[in-house]
């Protein structure tokens, strides 16, 4: 059956939905959906979909959620998966079979920057790999352009130069509208704007970097930054790979991160006492009358440095349920300390 997206996808967004990104005009959504662990190979995702046709379905479900609930931007890496590249395939199918009349309603974004291919030119920052790693992304894509692309991590042996002038070309080429960086630090992320206006490349409107509850030092490292050059951030790994959801309260269960052999949580960084402090945070929420993951998103788009935050999902209703943290996104002074002192 053809998907027809709501017709309620804008009107039901609240005001403070689409945030614009750093001093561009570019708008994003609160939310964004990221589709690194779920959107690979069958039998890769959390939910256990072992066969092609169950897998393929999950995937399309959650991004006509997302989309239905007003996210427009879908965000993904050359080395997504697993395997490398797949996610980038499954996400391309479902654009062309699904979104094909919506594509100027959607924000595409992909990155290079870790391994991807064997030899000297498949990693890091050089304008070898970005640049044909664009247009492997692309083929697998099945666009003409994404609307972000990223370098996806620092690479102290390659100029900085050579890797912004890559990051120019893909612009200027059509085949991105805009350029991103991630995981740079405050102070790469100064230089970064520094060679670019050196050289009059067009400046990253967005960095990605990863920020929660649990991960706080962009606050004290990059946003000062990106607040002065007006450089937009959406931030990855805002529930802490669902550390901050109800998921670990009491173990961890089969269709988590933690239990599957893709990512980087693993069940030694989920201790007795973090768990006791999420615990804590989940009473909060409560009290709020939020989710724990919904807090801990309204959390981290409490400060103004923030446009969007990067969810990962492994169903629909997760998707759902992430974005009812539009609801309430105030804090007050006394929560915020509480949050504080629970971290500390």
Known sequence: MAYVPAATRYSAASKAWFRRCGHSGLLLPAISLGCWHNFGGAGTDAGHHADETSFQENCRQMLFTAFDLGITHFDLANNYGPPPGSAEQRVGRILKEDFANHRDELIISTKAGYGMWSGPYGDFGS?????????????????????????????????????????????????????????????????????CERHHYPKPVIHQPAYSMLNRGPEYDLYPVTERFGVGVIAFCPLAQGLLTNKYLSGIPDDSRASSAAGFLR??????????????????????????????????????????????????????????????????????????????
């Open 127 to 195: 304008r070898k790999y970005l640049l044909a790693s664009l247009d492997a992304s692309l083929k697998r894509l099945g666009l003409d352009y994404v609307d972000i692309f990223y370098h996806h991590r620092p690479d102290s042996s390659t100029p900085l130069e050579e890797t912004m002038s890559a990051l120019d070309t893909a612009v200027k080429s059509g085949k991105a509208i805009y350029a991103g960086i991630s995981n740079y630090s405050g102070p790469g992320t100064a230089d970064v704007v520094a060679t």
């Open 267 to 344: 069940p030694a960084h989920i201790t007795e006492d973090k768990i006791a402090r999420i615990r804590k945070l989940n009473d909060l929420a409560q009290a709020r009358g939020q989710t724990l993951a919904q807090m801990s998103l309204a959390w981290v788009l409490r400060l103004p440095a923030v446009t969007t935050a990067l969810i990962g999902a492994s169903r629909p209703e997760q998707i759902k349920d992430n974005v009812g943290a539009i609801n309430n996104m105030a804090f007050t002074p006394e929560e915020l300390a509480k949050i504080d002192a629970i971290l500390k």
